[in-house]
């Protein structure tokens, strides 16, 4: 029930763009999108709710396609600072209740 | 806002010794989460909170483990005893829930050793 994500680890150069997957083999609500810096939590990037949904913050956006069940991150022309271990995040509806559950994340390594 | 405060941030012990992990939401949150980290598992939820009433403790591993939230204000996470295995991060995430997805807020973490 976990979302996947794909690739596992993406290693770039300064201005180089990278895409980042998530897919549900369930159906999706939402999709959250948090970075963690080494040593450091998660911090919320953003929420898509509805599918067809994009939303972009500086130079990182997001989709998320409803009926493939799965969303991706773009980071375009990636800086220093966009290094860290990416997760996407979902819900998974039970009794009611929404009961957030994580990819296994992807680590992004920025080179100058 | 102070965001979310854990404490200790670090916690070495030895095995079987009882830990307690402390947690202070944001103040008018009302949904709390408990989660720990590994590399082997990656970000597991152990248990979440809503309105202080335990709605989901699936993830807790096992009968060591406790949580309570006595208030709005306050969580515990309990580990007793402690095993080797226990040593991992343990975040604290708070948000506001309405009904639905919610963008959740992670305290620092405590990193804990269990030797």
């Known amino acids: 029930q976990q979302p996947v994500q794909s690739p596992q680890a993406v290693i770039l150069r300064e201005g180089e763009d990278a895409v980042i997957n998530c897919s549900s083999s369930?159906?999706?609500?939402?999709v959250h999108w948090y970075r963690q810096k080494h040593g450091e939590a998660p911090v919320f990037l953003m929420i898509?709710?509805?599918?067809?949904e994009q939303k972009g913050h500086d130079k990182i956006s997001a989709s998320f396609n409803e009926k493939k069940q799965q969303s991706s991150l773009y980071l375009t022309a990636s800086q220093l600072s966009y290094s860290g271990t990416y997760f996407c995040?979902?819900?998974?509806?039970?009794?009611?209740?929404?009961?957030?559950?994580f990819g296994r994340g992807t680590s992004l390594i920025v080179h100058p | 806002d102070a965001g979310v405060i854990q404490s200790p941030r670090h916690e070495v012990t030895e095995m079987g010794q009882e830990v307690t992990l402390r947690c202070k939401p944001i103040?008018?949150?009302?949904?709390l989460f408990w989660y720990r980290q590994t590399m082997m598992r990656g970000l597991e939820l152990l248990i979440y909170?809503?309105?202080?009433?335990?709605?989901?403790d699936s993830g807790m591993p096992e009968d060591r483990f406790s949580a309570k939230m006595p208030n709005a204000s306050f969580s515990t996470l309990k580990i007793q005893p402690s095993e080797p295995r226990d040593s991992a991060v343990y975040f604290c995430?708070?948000?506001?829930?309405?009904?639905?997805?919610?963008?959740?807020?992670f305290g620092p973490g405590t990193r804990l050793t269990v030797t």
């Open positions: 898509l709710l509805k599918g067809g």
């Open positions: 369930k159906a999706l609500y939402s």
């Open positions: 995430a708070s948000s506001f829930s309405g009904t639905g997805s919610y963008e959740q807020y």
């Open positions: 909170f809503n309105n202080n009433v335990p709605i989901d």
């Open positions: 995040g979902t819900e998974i509806i039970t009794g009611g209740s929404y009961i957030p559950t």
């Open positions: 103040s008018g949150h009302n949904s």
